[in-house]
């Protein structure tokens, strides 16, 4: 078992740049979420999906964010026109669905927007 | 919607003293409840969790029951020791209808830090 995995770990960029993050989840979970921590904040709903469809978003993803699961294997989350108010842990997280819904995190991706 | 309140941090223990953290939550019908831990430097893990009512959920020493008439999911542990130092994260999934059904709510964690 490989767990989740996540890449790249950290990420800096500049304000006004697209960036791209990708999951791994665990190969037999069919359900994949993202998160979103801030410091000293537990982590935010952002979006999940099952398969390859997307179930649910939070009003927290705004238009600048999207995620994709085209396979319903590896998903990708990107923010276009990044923002300093962007910078956070970016969690990715997979579960079976009937499984009981524990969710199994990745180490995240630490985001800096200058 | 649903939400979780945990105790203020940080807490700050000797080696082997008693540890409660306290947790509430905010959910219609019947949520699933969880406590997460973030050891330094790596992601978070499930500690325990209860699916229902009266459940009780364990692990490595923690314990935490699913309380509904208090709307509670204290975590305790009798004897802490030096490497349970971690942020600990309470969390709830489901009871408010199939829209929020699988996405977990955390509260904003609680440090812990344990001294020999």
């Known amino acids: 078992d490989t767990g989740v995995s996540q890449d790249p770990r950290h990420k800096i960029t500049k304000r006004g740049q697209n960036v791209t993050f990708r999951c791994d989840p665990i190969?037999?979970?069919?359900?994949l979420y993202w998160y979103r921590q801030t410091l000293g904040q537990g982590p935010e709903f952002l979006t999940y999906?099952?398969?390859?469809?997307?179930?649910?978003k939070s009003r927290l993803l705004s238009d600048r964010f999207s995620a994709e699961r085209p396979k319903g294997s590896f998903s990708t989350l990107e923010i276009q026109r990044t923002e300093q108010g962007d910078s956070a842990m970016y969690l990715c997280?997979?579960?079976?669905?009937?499984?009981?819904?524990?969710?199994?995190f990745g180490p995240g991706t630490r985001l800096l927007v200058l | 919607g649903n939400s979780v309140t945990q105790m203020e941090g940080p807490v700050t223990l000797s080696e082997e003293a008693f540890l409660t953290i306290n947790c509430t939550y905010t959910?219609?019908?019947?949520?699933?409840l969880f406590w997460y831990v973030q050891y330094p430097g790596e992601g978070l893990q499930l500690l325990l969790k209860?699916?229902?009512?009266?459940d009780k959920g364990s692990n490595k020493g923690f314990e935490a029951t699913y309380r509904k008439e208090t709307t509670s999911f204290h975590l305790e542990k009798g004897s802490v020791q030096v490497s349970d130092s971690a942020v600990y994260f309470c969390?709830?999934?489901?009871?408010?209808?199939?829209?929020?059904?699988?996405?977990?709510?955390f509260g904003q964690g609680t440090i812990l830090t344990v001294h020999p």
């Open positions: 997280a997979s579960s079976f669905a009937g499984g009981g819904e524990t969710q199994y």
């Open positions: 190969s037999e979970h069919n359900r």
């Open positions: 999906f099952q398969n390859e469809a997307q179930l649910e």
């Open positions: 959910a219609t019908g019947y949520p699933s």
């Open positions: 209860a699916t229902k009512a009266d």
């Open positions: 969390a709830l999934s489901g009871g408010a209808g199939g829209t929020s059904y699988g996405k977990l709510t």
